[in-house]
């Protein structure tokens, strides 16, 4: 029973911060205010959470691995699976955006980047590269190419359409990889 209760609240206060951030933005999400708006204490938000930054990286990780379990999404399939990440971030859009520039120890670029990171990783080893390329470098250099990317696709006001920024992204590794091989 207090699992369940621990999950509702858990849920209660991911929805309520998703909330504030789309309508009032990031400076404005405070814990008090969550802790109002869910009727917890801030004993209670700091059960589950250890800060704000802490409670937006559980929902980017949330959406994240939401989107893995309901697409079954595989290691070898990373295009579909960068599909759709740019889908989730064009249909959450105002709460992705209001995050996107956030800077700190636990900020959105970092978290996504490390979910990114482990694509990319994952893809690399596949790839069976026969050449004295770090693999973790290489990984890091895509996430930064990509976070670049998602940065420039946010300022457009998301004007060019998801297959068109996959084909770059798609592009840039490949050409990366096999330039590298040469």
């Not at 990031?26 to 704000?52: A, P």
């Not at 990889?177 to 040469?182: A, M, Q």
Request: glycine share 4%.
């Amino acid at each position: 029973m207090a699992s369940y209760r621990a999950e509702q609240t858990t849920r209660s206060i991911m929805s309520t911060a998703r909330d504030i951030v789309i309508h009032e933005g990031f400076t404005n999400l405070k814990v008090s205010t969550v802790c109002e708006r869910v009727g917890i204490s801030r004993m209670g938000f700091y059960y589950h959470y250890r800060d704000k930054y802490a409670l937006i990286n559980n929902i980017i990780r949330d959406d994240y691995y939401d989107l893995v379990r309901r697409n079954h999404l595989q290691a070898d399939n990373w295009k579909q699976g960068g599909k759709l990440m740019l889908l989730l971030l064009k249909e959450n859009e105002p709460f992705y955006r209001s995050i996107f520039d956030v800077n700190g120890y636990e900020s959105f670029k970092k978290t996504f980047g490390s979910l990114l990171h482990e694509g990319y990783l994952n893809w690399l080893v596949m790839l069976e590269l026969d050449s004295d390329l770090s693999l973790d470098y290489a990984a890091e250099f895509f996430v930064g190419a990509t976070l670049h990317i998602i940065s420039r696709w946010f300022e457009s006001r998301m004007q060019d359409d998801i297959p068109y920024l996959m084909d770059q992204i798609e592009l840039i590794l490949k050409q990366s990889i096999f330039t590298s091989r040469e």
